[in-house]
């Protein structure tokens, strides 16, 4: 099973997330600071964090950032702050769901579950549905599916499952416009709701990745009031 991170200093919330997480088989690592989550991700093999946002030491998004320099597992944030900006910070340092406290712990576990099933799919290179193509090659950009490997003028770039679902559904659509609703309905698996910022932050960090200026990206473009293209 599973091996999961759970970063919070108040005892008694970690405490809930490690029975609710044990319950479903998950092997549970606590820490109670940054610090001491930087040497379990260090010593152990994860699939999946909680980081709480404040901690004693690093914050929960500093800590985020610092993970995701070297590796790709699910980030999930659990914090009281509901502010969108704090949702759309932690979104593009790199996390890939946030939970707002106090939660419901068949929520957690469930977005737990959904986060596991989509790291594993993107991850040995299944899709979602049956697809002829394998990998789009086109002005310096290279990603296979079955080698869930991208590369822009010879530099791979270290993209998380998401970003790498993203990239992939886009280059599909190659000269179309996507829908932000339906490039989140389709990497997600869930229904958009209308104040969803979550494609916009995993866009601006899929960009930044890709080395490209925000306001003339020469791959991903925005069509305001629509989705995004890829040309």
């Given at each position: ?26 092997t549970v690592y606590k820490c109670g600071s940054g610090e001491a989550a ?194």
């Open positions: 099973m599973a091996e999961i991170l759970v970063v919070d200093d108040e005892a008694a919330i970690a405490d809930l997330v490690e029975v609710c997480l044990k319950n479903e088989g998950y930087l040497t379990c991700v260090a010593r152990q093999h994860l699939d999946l964090a909680i980081l709480d946002v404040m901690l004693p030491d690093l914050d929960g998004f500093t800590l985020c950032q610092k993970i995701r320099e070297e590796h790709l597992f699910p980030i999930l944030m659990l914090t009281a702050r509901v502010e969108d900006m704090d949702k759309i910070m932690g979104l593009t340092l790199g996390a890939d769901d946030y939970i707002t406290k106090p939660f419901n712990p068949l929520e957690l576990v469930a977005r737990v579950k959904t986060q596991l099933r989509r790291y594993t799919r993107y991850n040995t290179g299944e899709a979602a549905e049956p697809r002829e193509t394998a990998e789009h090659d086109f002005r310096g950009l290279q990603i296979s599916r079955t080698m869930h490997k991208c590369v822009l003028f010879g530099e791979e770039l270290a993209l998380t499952p998401l970003e790498f679902a993203i990239l992939w559904y886009l280059c599909e659509h190659r000269g179309q416009v996507v829908p932000s609703e339906e490039l989140f309905e389709a990497v997600w698996g869930e229904k958009y709701m209308d104040s969803n910022n979550t494609v916009m932050s995993h866009i601006a960090r899929l960009r930044e990745k890709m080395h490209e200026p925000s306001r003339k990206p020469k791959f991903i473009k925005t069509v305001w009031g629509v989705g995004y293209t890829i040309e």
